[in-house]
């Protein structure tokens, strides 16, 4: 019998689910022997409140492994991921959004009453129409990450996660040893050029296509912000490379920081606008600066901008 | 004072759902509702975004169909910018977009709705999923298991990211396609295309034949349908055309994406975060009334499937005939979702293949010029779960001040509503119901993919 399992989804898209699936055909053996899946809302029929839903507690079956995707945005959220904790004896965060706050923590710039507000009123929708509230679960004050609900024994980052890691990760916990991981920045996984510090002093927006030889190797594209395209590969952790290259760069895209910062507790926006400024690039170049920020707003690092002060003047 | 029974989570969908059955003193439905628990906000936090940055923020609405937000939204800003695509840039698209169908298909169609069928709608929730599948049927779920990792790997590989993808620019695509790779696509196409109607004949003969009876009856409703067909004759098509709108009886209306706003609108419950988008141009209003809905018209496989003419495609044409002469046009019964989307993955792998046989396929000049300013934009494409549009307005920047989102499965979230109270009605009589039973309910959400 494999190990016990559960998985949740919390504020999620299914994107690191179908992660998973991307392991491919290895998937197989993990599911049906490494693992013994208990609870997976997204594979499995298990129910909160017992199968014919008469139960009143929400109940998640004891487990040696948890996997929880999604930020933390809802009390449902809440509820479950604190379910998890007592159930599992180790408890994973997979995906951006449940290590860093993910794309959702955008919201975490903003005012959240007064921009659900304004969905419920848009051009299309009725007139009068007020935001739900009755069965459904309230919202938190922000999204959080999952580590500032509860202890998180594992963070894997990724958005998406990288297949390859998470079977790592599944595997490493199975035979009792420590996951090897890439410790690293995008940049230092990066093939490309890097001829050194050039004429460039201001980013631009990503309006052309890069310089590159169709069909060519990536290590004779040259370096994306060398060629005066904002990159985010410097202070983005390493992980997505799947072919010798970064994913974005193997698209000849430049980096946007999915895997969020390289170090745990960084901030990309900072790190970003001190790499810039050592290489003589005008930070203020940078349009919405803010956005750098997009994939690790959690941890109280995105916050809605105070009224009547412009913003980065 | 009666009970409810709750059903949740709603398992095996790709969100998250819960439903409650509310019975009366006699045990009967009173009523039942599937309530949607997540919002997250897209709509306002990508206001202030420059607007080319936002195909690349707004795909992680949905993790299956990431193309679909990705590239409705690089249509959107196109239309914003004032910018026409090259024809290679909007073919490259078109093939990702169309690609992106064939694995989700298998996707659903396998991993997620076939369980109730292989191993049957009573069988123990401990076994009735794919691991349970797997030990079933072998030999079938390792095949279903390559072949969907090979239409991942070959998008991952050619566009850089399967999930979550950046190579859909405004103006067209990041990086041309060269002859290696067309050739390695083309083949790994046609070995998906045999697999397409190996899958097709394989759910005519254990499913759709088999379950007849209960395809004839579970969370059967009447509605419209909603989808998009080809400008010029009619033709199912998923990354570009004209909308149509089709009543229950068949009658319907065309219209250009940006009208939208004239025949859509967004009816609002209070127990449930999804809106639910109605046909305003019917001026009937808006009523899930099992018996006289008002408004409601349905979106995804079964909904383009009713709505176009035909099929261009030679396989998948035969595929329609044959739906057709046994279901009628336009079908409503509920499974039958599930037949029209093994159609459609005939159709996106035909689709491919005549996508990467076209000359200009490898042409290098896949980018326009862009520029950045103030406008309005409406980029509809077919996401697997329906009609998706993106609008956004910029500034003279070129960021976004508004945006309008509607998403494909909110068309469904009415009818899903309607078919669970139809399911639920049905199966449930004085209070006697057990976990099969409950399960049938969830299988008429299952349908529609949501």
Redesign the interface.
């Known amino acids: 019998m494999g190990v016990t399992t559960a998985m949740e989804?919390l504020?999620?898209?299914?994107?690191?689910?179908?992660?998973i699936?991307?392991i491919?055909?290895d998937?197989?053996p993990i599911?049906?022997e490494v693992l013994d899946?208990v609870h997976a809302?997204?594979?499995?029929?298990?129910?909160?409140?017992g199968?014919?839903?008469?139960g009143v507690t929400l109940t998640i079956p004891e487990a040696v492994v948890g996997i929880v995707t999604g930020g933390v945005?809802?009390h449902?959220h809440l509820e479950v991921l604190e379910e998890m904790r007592e159930k599992c004896t180790v408890l994973i965060a997979l995906g951006t959004c449940a290590t860093h706050g993910?794309?959702?923590a955008?919201?975490n710039?903003?005012d959240?009453q007064e921009?659900?507000e304004?969905?419920?009123s848009?051009?299309?929708?009725?007139p009068g129409?007020?935001i739900?509230?009755?069965?459904?679960?309230a919202?938190l004050d922000r999204v959080y990450a999952c580590d500032e609900k509860v202890k998180i024994d594992m963070q894997l980052p990724g958005?998406?996660p990288n297949p390859a890691l998470i079977a790592e990760v599944i595997m490493s916990l199975v035979e009792g040893r420590d996951p090897v991981l890439p410790g690293k920045s995008v940049c230092d996984t990066c093939p490309t050029k890097r001829e050194g510090k050039g004429a460039v002093d201001k980013v631009k927006?990503?309006?052309?296509?890069?310089d590159?030889v169709?069909?060519a190797a990536i290590d004779e594209m040259r370096c994306l912000l060398e060629q005066g395209y904002l990159c985010l590969g410097p202070v983005t952790a390493a992980g997505c490379a799947?072919?010798g290259a970064p994913?974005?760069?193997?698209?000849?895209?430049p980096c946007?920081g999915?895997f969020g910062p390289v170090r745990k507790d960084g901030n990309q926006l900072l790190d970003m606008m001190n790499a810039l400024a050592s290489n003589g690039i005008d930070y203020k170049s940078v349009?919405?600066r803010r956005?750098i920020l997009?994939f690790s707003g959690a941890h109280g690092k995105l916050r809605p901008l105070k009224k009547r002060v412009g913003e980065e003047k | 004072m009666g009970k409810v029974?709750?059903?949740?989570?709603v398992?095996?969908?790709?969100?998250?759902a819960?439903i409650?059955i509310h019975l009366n003193d006699d045990g009967n439905v009173q009523d039942a509702?599937l309530?949607?628990?997540?919002?997250?906000?897209f709509?306002?936090?990508?206001e202030?975004?420059?607007a080319?940055?936002v195909p690349?923020?707004v795909n992680?609405?949905?993790?299956?169909c990431?193309w679909m937000h990705h590239l409705a939204s690089n249509k959107a800003v196109d239309g914003a910018f004032g910018v026409t695509p090259t024809e290679t840039g909007h073919k490259l698209r078109e093939m990702c977009q169309v690609m992106a169908h064939i694995n989700d298909k298998i996707?659903h169609f396998f991993?997620?709705a076939a369980p109730d069928f292989v191993l049957g709608p009573d069988a123990d929730?401990?076994v009735?999923?794919?691991?349970g599948v797997?030990?079933a049927a072998p030999e079938l779920?390792?095949k279903v298991?390559?072949m969907?990792?090979l239409g991942?790997?070959m998008l991952?590989?050619f566009?850089?990211?399967?999930?979550?993808p950046?190579?859909g620019?405004?103006?067209g695509f990041?990086?041309?396609m060269?002859e290696?790779?067309r050739k390695e696509l083309l083949e790994g196409t046609r070995t998906l295309l045999d697999f397409s109607l190996y899958a097709l004949d394989y759910a005519i003969e254990n499913v759709f034949n088999k379950y007849m009876d209960v395809i004839g009856e579970l969370g059967v409703i009447h509605t419209g349908f909603l989808g998009t067909v080809d400008r010029k004759d009619g033709a199912l098509r998923l990354y570009d055309g004209k909308q149509r709108l089709m009543k229950a009886d068949g009658s319907y209306v065309d219209f250009e994406g940006d009208q939208?706003?004239n025949y859509?609108?967004?009816?609002?419950?209070?127990?449930?975060?999804s809106?639910m988008?109605y046909a305003k141009s019917w001026n009937e209003g808006?009523d899930m009334n099992l018996a006289a809905p008002k408004g409601i018209y349905r979106s995804n496989t079964l909904a383009r499937i009713n709505v176009c003419d035909k099929i261009s495609t030679p396989k998948a044409q035969a595929a329609l005939e044959a739906f057709r002469s046994s279901f009628g046009r336009p079908a409503q019964q509920t499974l039958l979702y599930h037949y029209a989307r093994l159609i459609e993955m005939v159709y996106a792998c035909e689709r491919t293949i005549e996508l990467l046989e076209w000359e200009g396929i490898t042409d290098?000049n896949?980018?326009a010029?862009?520029?950045?300013k103030a406008g309005r934009g409406v980029g509809i494409v077919e996401a697997p779960r329906g009609t998706l549009i993106h609008?956004y307005t910029t500034d003279e920047?070129?960021?976004i001040t508004k945006a309008?989102l509607?998403v494909g499965t909110t068309h469904n979230i009415a009818p899903m509503n309607m078919s669970v109270k139809q399911a639920a009605t049905t199966l449930i009589k004085d209070g006697v119901?057990?976990?099969g039973l409950?399960?049938q309910v969830?299988m008429a959400v299952r349908a529609y993919d949501p």
């Open positions: 989804w504020g999620s898209c299914s994107g690191c689910e179908i992660a699936l991307n491919g055909e998937l197989i599911i049906t899946i809302p997204v594979l499995m029929d298990h129910k909160y409140f199968q014919c839903g008469e945005s809802n449902e993910g794309i959702p955008l919201m710039g903003q959240r921009s659900w304004g969905i419920f848009t051009e299309t929708t009725d129409a007020k739900p509230t009755i069965e459904v679960p919202p958005c998406p927006r990503f309006i052309t296509n890069v590159f169709p069909g799947k072919r994913s974005c760069i193997s698209a000849r895209v946007r999915c349009i919405d956005s997009r | 029974i709750n059903i949740a989570p398992t095996r969908i790709e969100g998250h819960k409650a509702f309530h949607i628990q997540s919002l997250r906000g709509e306002k936090f990508i202030g975004r420059p080319e940055e690349r923020i992680r609405i949905c993790g299956i990431p996707l991993f997620l929730y401990s009735r999923n794919v691991i797997v030990k779920a390792t298991v390559k969907r990792q991942q790997m991952d590989k566009a850089g990211k399967a999930i979550h950046i190579a620019v405004v103006g990041a990086k041309p060269v290696e790779e939208y706003t859509l609108g967004e009816h609002v419950e209070p127990w449930g975060y809106k988008p808006f290098p896949v980018r010029k862009v520029e950045p609008d920047n070129g960021c309008n509607i119901y057990n976990e409950l399960n969830e």
